[in-house]
């Protein structure tokens, strides 16, 4: 059995990672305690055989970067990183081979192990690049860690690396990217005489982004107005940016100036330009303008781009014009743009909306057959208006054609299950219920309502409560809706006899809330001819005749009013049990009676 041994300390032999056993390395005597620290992250990564198999005989760092790079599990990746620069012969890793794992992992978020190798390799005195540390700023970004990001960006210098305005650019890229605007103000004025950096156009454009989305435009005119001053020439970039910030602030007159400015400068705005200004008029109502404005787009020959498109068929959406929005729609899929799933359930809904339930389904296999394959959300709305029209067996076949192709998620299980249950076929939803359960999805409080509300529907409320007993068991909190649909389906169906079952079942829950509670008692005295045998029968259980007398206290009792109430009314005072008892000896109905009375006198 092979062992670690660290100033006689006997490590774990083996680290079990993803499913297979990993030895840990035995460290060679030439291989010191402080090359691996025993509480790094890192150490249960070591192997004493190669990791992947044929290993190579002569390895050199570019291959190893080809062996990092083209490894598809992560896990693996790293294992053939550290085994290369520990065991194989004549081998060290390098700045190149360093950079190749530190980037997979970032992109990973792994950022524990990141920073594990990033000490190794400040240790190991190799010279490093900035590239490195970019990588792991941005990533730090897109992680929302904007703390992390500044503190690489600070630290570079300790590895022997000077910072540049691309490490520079990177870092108020991060911050503007999590909205720390005045973080991002701060790092920009300090940045010559801090950190020796002289700002570049794209700095200022950065900067001029964090201003206009703090809604300081008056301040990002004052860093253009300096630009020039600074040796620098505004961009398209810049004007188009401070465009933005007018539109967002729905100031489509100076929006509209700025654009006239690019112009006058003899400029060609680019699909960015055009789609901020777009976006603006869409956002203000405007949509005949920004229609104009798509038009002079396509005049000058500007090629729109997928969130142009986006922007108008949202637009057209929200005024329901769904023939525009799937002319659209259709364009960017000749085009070979890939819509978002967002897009394509609005277009779905307001044509549905509009009764072109036959052109939703058009569209649907448009985008099978221009290989854009529907997701759940896109194939669960159109289900939805499909069981709302009433074709529930379109709605099913449609199931099925997404099934050969992804698999169904609870949601789109859901809507479908509902759709059947809505219309009887009880059979079918069951079938769909078992495929879910065999395919790992839970059932959810929505999936277990559509089958009590089906049975109810049917007039076989027995059954529902056998799903709410399941329910129970299986600890997902029925709402006062599913109580409500079972107590009324009894009644409707001639079982009154088994509401004291539903009662039970709420009480044993132990999750409905005062508000539940209470709504429940009423549903029961509203049908208190029938119900008193339901009522009669959870009498006699001592603990849910309690449950009965004490319930207008779990109603009420959120209240300090209620306490005192409490406290002022004998009957329910906690010392006075006799009381409690004397009014169950009557039945537990005078007991429901007092406390409704008790709770809102003006109801009798």
Not at 318 to 343: H, T
């Amino acid at each position: 059995m092979l062992r670690l041994r660290y100033n006689n300390i006997i490590l774990a032999p083996t680290t079990k990672l993803n499913g297979a056993i990993t030895t840990v390395r035995n460290l060679s005597s030439s291989t010191t305690a402080n090359e691996v620290d025993p509480t790094s992250p890192l150490l249960k990564f070591y192997t004493t055989t190669p990791p992947i198999k044929p290993w190579p005989t002569h390895l050199f760092p570019r291959r190893l970067v080809s062996m990092i790079t083209c490894q598809q599990n992560l896990d693996l990746a790293l294992q053939i990183f550290l085994y290369a620069g520990k065991y194989h012969p004549n081998f060290s890793n390098n700045y190149e081979t360093y950079h190749a794992i530190i980037h997979r992992l970032t992109r990973a978020r792994a950022f524990d192990t990141v920073e594990s190798l990033l000490a190794q390799l400040r240790d190991s005195k190799l010279k490093c690049g900035e590239n490195i540390f970019i990588d792991v700023i941005r990533q730090y970004g897109m992680a929302s860690l904007p703390e992390s990001s500044i503190k690489t960006f600070l630290r570079i210098k300790k590895y022997g690396v000077n910072t540049s305005v691309r490490s520079l650019n990177t870092l108020l890229n991060a911050l503007v990217q999590n909205k720390r605007y005045d973080l991002a103000h701060a790092v920009f004025k300090s940045c010559k005489h801090k950190f020796d950096i002289v700002p570049n156009v794209f700095t200022c454009n950065i900067l001029i982004k964090a201003l206009c989305k703090k809604n300081d435009v008056e301040g990002a005119l004052k860093v253009l107005d300096e630009m020039p001053g600074m040796g620098l020439v505004p961009n398209l970039v810049t004007y188009t940016t401070i465009l933005g910030g007018y539109a967002w602030r729905r100031d489509m007159e100076s929006a509209k100036r700025v654009f006239s400015m690019i112009l006058d400068k003899g400029w060609m705005p680019d699909a960015t330009t055009y789609t901020v200004l777009m976006d603006g008029y869409c956002k203000v109502g405007k949509l005949e303008e920004a229609i104009k404005v798509m038009d002079d787009m396509e005049d000058n020959l500007v090629e729109a781009n997928e969130v142009t498109y986006g922007v108008m068929i949202e637009a057209f959406c929200r005024v329901k014009k769904s023939g525009e929005a799937r002319d659209l729609l259709d364009d960017m899929l000749k085009k070979k743009y890939v819509p978002s799933s967002s897009i394509c359930c609005k277009v779905i809904d307001v044509l549905c909306e509009d009764d072109k339930v036959e052109d939703a389904c058009e569209l649907w296999k448009r985008l099978l057959r221009n290989n854009v394959m529907p997701d759940n959300a896109i194939s669960s709305t159109l289900i939805h208006w499909l069981c709302k029209d009433g074709k529930i067996w379109e709605a099913k076949k449609l199931f099925g054609e997404f099934e050969k192709g992804s698999i169904p998620s609870l949601l789109t299980y859901n809507t479908l299950i509902a759709g059947m249950c809505e219309k009887g076929e009880l059979g079918e939803a069951g079938q769909l219920w078992d495929d879910m359960v065999e395919k790992g999805l839970a059932p959810n409080a929505f999936t277990y309502n559509m089958l009590i509300t089906g049975f109810c529907k049917t007039g076989n409320p027995k059954e529902g409560i056998k799903i709410l007993e399941e329910m129970v068991e299986k600890k997902c909190i029925p709402s006062k809706s599913t109580y409500s649909i079972l107590i009324e389906g009894l009644y409707d169906s001639g079982e009154e006899s088994k509401v004291h079952e539903v009662l039970s079942l709420a009480m044993s829950s132990g999750g409905i809330d005062g508000d539940s509670w209470d709504y429940l008692l009423t549903r029961v005295v509203n049908h208190l001819d029938d119900g008193k045998g339901a009522l009669d029968k959870l009498s006699l259980d001592e603990e849910h005749s309690e449950l009965i007398a004490d319930s207008y206290w779990v109603i009420s009792g959120h209240s300090q009013m209620a306490m005192a109430e409490k406290r002022s009314f004998p009957v329910f005072h906690s010392d006075n049990a006799d009381g409690i008892k004397s009014h169950q000896k009557k039945g537990p109905i005078a007991a429901v009676f007092l406390m409704r009375a008790h709770h809102n006198p003006t109801s009798f």
